[in-house]
């Protein structure tokens, strides 16, 4: 006889069926759908989305988890007791939501995709200005149905941040934020006073190409369960257990962009493919799931940065790029080094330096409470934009599209996910510190790049990172993994040490 338990796992499994198929249409919206198929994309994820939203809230479903919950009764184990947990929580927030409210949120995620492509490609700010008011409405209205879901009282954007980052609050943000805010301009400074990165090589689209699949393929590619595309911003999301996809941009002037967002995205991957998805708690189980955005990034942070940017690594890689040009431009892997690591002010968050970077985020998180949570008018956003970014990096944008239109979050009304990447930075370093710790100590991580045997880190996060999943949150994994809490010393450390890097 079928146990309960049994038929919550088919359930669930059906359930993932229907988002990987959403997922995979969304895929293909970024990657390879004609413009004028936007509006009955939109259709779709929506049809697709209502569909999903009844399976997740019908008092079928409701009875079911409850029957499992009781049939295990005092017998159920730690991972089943953590994931009944999770689902009953999601149970709770999504039977807050009316399904119109999905549907049409759904529909304007959609549409202001394609609207922000069109927009950006043409500097028109204007022409984005209406499709990101509704959705800052239909989120707002979406904050205000989950707030009887909060087991404690939260503010709307701390609400629709919680899918991004669970048990994230704006005061824990701006905790950690305010020494990046106090110590990144100061490095910043010190930084400018260095000697500059020689000019970029002109590497022609195919050469970035072939030294992305170098790369990938370096890195365990497995074109049986991965896919590399390209599309109009980066991204990775997984389709299926062994279902793996990423995407990739080469951007004109930025030769070297393609090979790190591929480092970045790769990192991702990475991690998708070791979490849990084998054994009785974890596919479909939550216990199987990201523990958490900030996770994530760190993960590709970690790739990115640590790996991809070091010296270690410069030293490595410098004769692929100069076999690809014929020349070398960058007088040696020093240089080139430099090439990888610019270290000044840049106007585009996904090209930013690693000093940079978390003061993007800074911009946008301050942003996007002044959207939801302060009335700031849409159409004065351009202004406040380039005012704050001034004021953070001292630079300002020639036009919007390198300005508030650069990023593709808010076109799909993802209030809440920003600061996830400035927490990937944070988690990535600390996490960093501790495998250094695992490994031997200073310069192990080093060590190991320059032998080229980045499969030692790699088994390191997949025994030590990867398999925590949803068992905790992001806070939890990074005390669980280092010993102790979330901080912003470990990143400053690393920053301080690569800015009195011999250069």
Known sequence: ?????????????????????????????????????????????????????????????????????????????????????????????????????????????????????????????????????????????????????????????????????????????????????????????????????????????NSQNKLCAKLLQSWGYNESCCQHARSAHPFSCTLGPQDFRITTRVVPGQPLSAFLATAHEWGHSLYEQGLPRSGDHYFPWPLGDATSMGVHESQSLFWECRVARSKEFAGRWHPHFCAELGSDPWNGSTGFWRSLNPLQPGLIRVEADELSYCLHIVLRFELELALIEQELPVEELPQHWNQRLHELLGIKPANDSEGCLQDIHWAEGLFGYFPSYALGHLISAQLAEAMENALGGDGAIATAISAGQESTLLQWLNQNVYPLGRSVNSEELVEKVSGYPLSADPFLRYLNQKCGSDV
């Not at 989305?49 to 008092?59: E, W």
């Not at 009944?84 to 709770?92: D, S, T, V």
């Not at 010190?190 to 000697?195: D, E």
Request: neutral net charge; hydrophobic residues 40%.
């Open 1 to 205: 006889m079928t146990t309960h338990l049994q038929r919550l796992q088919q359930h669930l499994h059906q359930t993932r069926l229907l988002g990987s198929i959403s997922s995979t249409i969304y895929y293909d919206q970024n990657t390879s759908m004609p413009a004028a198929g936007a509006p009955w994309r939109g259709e779709q994820l929506a049809l697709l989305a209502g569909q999903l939203h009844t399976r997740q809230t019908s008092s079928e479903y409701a009875e079911l988890l409850d029957a499992a919950e009781t049939e295990l009764g005092a017998e159920a184990t730690q991972e089943q007791r953590r994931n009944l947990q999770l689902l009953q929580l999601e149970l709770k927030r999504q039977r807050c939501l009316d399904p119109q409210l999905v549907s049409a949120i759904t529909q304007a995620q959609s549409r202001g995709n394609a609207i922000w492509q069109a927009a950006r490609a043409r500097n028109d700010f204007s022409a984005f200005a209406p499709a990101l008011k509704e959705l800052i409405e239909l989120r707002r209205q979406q904050a205000s149905q989950l707030a009887s879901a909060e087991s404690i009282a939260r503010s709307p954007w701390e609400i629709l941040a919680q899918p991004f980052e669970p048990d994230v609050s704006k005061a824990r943000l701006n905790q950690l934020f305010t020494p990046l805010k106090r110590e990144l301009p100061v490095l910043l400074e010190r930084a400018a006073a260095r000697p500059q990165s020689p000019p970029s090589a002109q590497l022609s689209e």
